[in-house]
């Protein structure tokens, strides 16, 4: 490995879903609370359910990627080229369940939907010219859309899922990953990683009422809307994005996204303008010490730039 590697960054690509979202809303062009009936009619069961909600992931749809079915026919072939009808057949029909904060990839497909729909082009294209040629994100692509060489820099992933025992601690296809879509299927460097996070959070790429809506929180512990996290409520979910109490670095903005092979998570420390990115080739096994060894991180980096400051006497 080294800096030049490309990994599977799963669901940090939520957030690049998000924004598009955001900048058609700034166009005029949909409502963040527009209901699904208006865009996604063909889901009649989803119909109340609004584009905020998917979003911030309160919307009560259950995820494609925890049905049995999709996990049976993923471990049987990796390589499968999964359409979104395909994907969104998992669900199909599936009660809705209640309007709290429940982790659901189907949101983010439904999201990648509405995107095409209301901009009239397509996922892929409307993100190379909305935000990866924008902030120059040379090493970001959407498979199968990518160089020819992107294979060749990425480490091999592994699996550690027991939900995949067909390919437990076994290798898993590099840019096989049409099963994650506008949830989770961008492949990126840790380079471009930080230029990503220093475009999102900084309001480069949205007008300030949007940016106020995808820092708009909920709290994962009680799904109710927080302005902040605090030490008894740490953890808040926005639209892609999440902010969260670290032991260490205390407020931060972060997102660890994780495909069966490889786990991506970058931290913004507002207090400081430090970003902090880390990638990993396997999946999340009995513990996630990302987190962790992201804190020593920026223990070690804050200390170093400590010491290079002037003294005053």
């Not at 080294?2 to 955001?22: D, E, H, M, P, Y």
């Not at 119909?47 to 309160?58: G, H, Y």
């Not at 994650?180 to 961008?186: D, E, I, N, R, Y």
């Not at 990115?277 to 999946?283: E, H, K, P």
């Amino acid at each position: 490995m080294n800096s030049k590697a490309l990994w599977q960054i799963g669901s940090n690509t939520k957030a690049f879903t998000s924004v598009l979202l955001l900048q058609l809303e700034a166009e005029g062009k949909l409502s963040i609370r527009d209901k699904l009936g208006k865009w996604l009619p063909q889901y009649p069961a989803w119909r109340d359910v609004t584009i905020k909600q998917l979003l911030s992931m309160t919307s009560g749809i259950p995820s494609y990627t925890e049905q049995n079915a999709f996990l049976k026919d993923f471990d049987a072939n990796p390589s499968t080229r999964f359409t979104l009808e395909r994907l969104m057949s998992y669900v199909e029909g599936l009660p809705l369940g209640p309007a709290k904060y429940e982790y659901s990839n189907t949101n983010y497909l439904l999201a990648q939907m509405i995107v095409e729909r209301a901009s009239h082009d397509t996922y892929h294209e409307r993100l190379a010219e909305r935000i990866i040629e924008p902030l120059g994100m040379n090493d970001t692509c959407l498979p199968p859309d990518c160089p020819p060489d992107t294979a060749s820099r990425m480490p091999t992933p592994y699996s550690t899922h027991s939900v995949l025992p067909k390919h437990l601690n076994k290798s898993l296809p590099r840019l096989r990953l049409s099963w994650a879509q506008g949830a989770g299927g961008l492949v990126s460097s840790l380079r471009d990683m930080t230029a990503w996070d220093r475009a999102l959070y900084s309001g480069r790429l949205l007008p300030s009422a949007q940016q106020r809506e995808l820092e708009s929180l909920v709290s994962a512990k009680t799904s109710k809307p927080i302005k902040s996290v605090t030490a008894d409520d740490p953890i808040g979910f926005g639209l892609g994005v999440v902010k969260f109490v670290h032991p260490v670095a205390g407020t931060v903005w972060a997102y660890e996204g994780a495909t069966f092979g490889n786990r991506v998570l970058h931290m913004y420390f507002p207090k400081t303008g430090m970003i902090i990115a880390i990638a990993v080739n396997s999946a999340v096994g009995e513990g996630d010490t990302l987190p962790d060894l992201a804190g020593t991180v920026y223990k070690t980096l804050s200390a170093q730039k400590a010491q290079t400051l002037p003294r005053h006497q």
